[in-house]
C-alpha cells in the first residue's frame, strides 16, 4: 500500500502545476488547495526521513495559506517547496556521507571503489546547483511570471531540464567508467 501512495505522491506532483494552470480559471484558488492537502496528506503518509515529514508541512502551510487568502501564489509555491527539500537531501548527504548519489549507485555496484565515491559525490554537487537553480526559477516564475508561464516552465521546462542533466550525467559516467577500464 505504500508504494501505491509512493506512485500517487510522484504522479500528483508531476502534474500538480498543469492540474493548477488548468484549474486556476475555473475555481478558487481555496478550492484548489485541497490538492495541495491531499499532496501534504500523501506526502506524510509515505515519509521516511524527516525531511519528507518537512516538506509535507510545507506543502500543508501553502495549502492553509491559500484557504485563508484565497490566493494562487502559495500553490505556485510548491514547485519551489520541492526543489528546496531536493537541495537539502541532496546537501545533506554531501555533509553525512554516504551521498544520494553513491546510495543509488550502490544498489547497481556494492563495492564501489574510492574513485567511484569521489565521482557520485562530485555529481550530488551538481544535482545540488541544479535544484538551486531550479528552485530559484520555480521562485521568480512564482513572483512574477503569468499562470501559463509558470505552468509551462515548472510542469514542462523544468523536467526536460531535469531529464537532460540525467542523461549528460549518464554519458560522462560511461566515459568516466570506460577511461577507467582502460587506465
Same mark, same amino acid.
Given at each position: 500500500?505504500?508504494?501505491?501512495?509512493?506512485?500517487?505522491?510522484?504522479?500528483?506532483?508531476?502534474?500538480?502545476?498543469? @492540474? %493548477?494552470?488548468? =484549474?486556476?480559471?475555473?475555481?478558487?484558488?481555496?478550492?484548489?488547495? $485541497? !490538492?495541495?492537502? +491531499? &499532496?501534504? #496528506?500523501?506526502?506524510?503518509?509515505?515519509?521516511?526521513?524527516?525531511?519528507? @515529514? %518537512?516538506?509535507? =508541512?510545507?506543502?500543508?502551510?501553502?495549502?492553509?495559506?491559500?484557504? $485563508? !487568502?484565497?490566493? +494562487? &501564489?502559495? #500553490?505556485?509555491?510548491?514547485?519551489?517547496?520541492?526543489?528546496?527539500?531536493? @537541495?537539502?537531501?541532496?546537501?545533506?548527504?554531501?555533509?553525512?556521507p554516504p551521498t544520494v548519489v553513491e546510495r543509488l549507485a550502490r544498489l547497481?555496484?556494492?563495492?564501489?571503489?574510492?574513485?567511484?565515491?569521489?565521482?557520485?559525490?562530485?555529481?550530488?554537487?551538481?544535482?545540488?546547483?541544479?535544484?538551486?537553480?531550479?528552485?530559484?526559477?520555480?521562485?521568480?516564475?512564482?513572483?512574477?511570471?503569468?499562470?501559463?508561464?509558470?505552468?509551462?516552465?515548472?510542469?514542462?521546462?523544468?523536467?526536460?531540464?531535469?531529464?537532460?542533466?540525467?542523461a549528460g550525467e549518464w554519458l560522462v559516467r560511461r566515459r568516466v567508467m570506460a577511461g577507467q577500464a582502460h587506465?
Open positions: 500500500m505504500s508504494r501505491v501512495r509512493a506512485t500517487l505522491v510522484l504522479l500528483l506532483s508531476l502534474a500538480y502545476p498543469l @492540474l %493548477v494552470y488548468l =484549474a486556476l480559471g475555473r475555481f478558487e484558488p481555496r478550492w484548489l488547495a $485541497l !490538492l495541495l492537502f +491531499a &499532496l501534504a #496528506l500523501l506526502r506524510a503518509a509515505t515519509a521516511r526521513e524527516p525531511v519528507w @515529514l %518537512v516538506a509535507a =508541512a510545507g506543502a500543508g502551510a501553502l495549502a492553509v495559506l491559500t484557504t $485563508l !487568502l484565497n490566493d +494562487a &501564489l502559495p #500553490l505556485k509555491l510548491y514547485p519551489v517547496l520541492v526543489n528546496a527539500t531536493l @537541495l537539502a537531501v541532496f546537501g545533506i548527504s554531501l555533509r553525512y547497481r555496484h556494492p563495492q564501489l571503489p574510492p574513485s567511484g565515491v569521489a565521482y557520485t559525490r562530485r555529481v550530488t554537487q551538481v544535482w545540488c546547483g541544479f535544484f538551486l537553480f531550479n528552485g530559484l526559477i520555480a521562485l521568480a516564475t512564482a513572483l512574477y511570471a503569468n499562470d501559463r508561464a509558470w505552468a509551462l516552465y515548472n510542469g514542462f521546462i523544468a523536467y526536460l531540464l531535469m531529464g537532460l542533466l540525467f587506465g
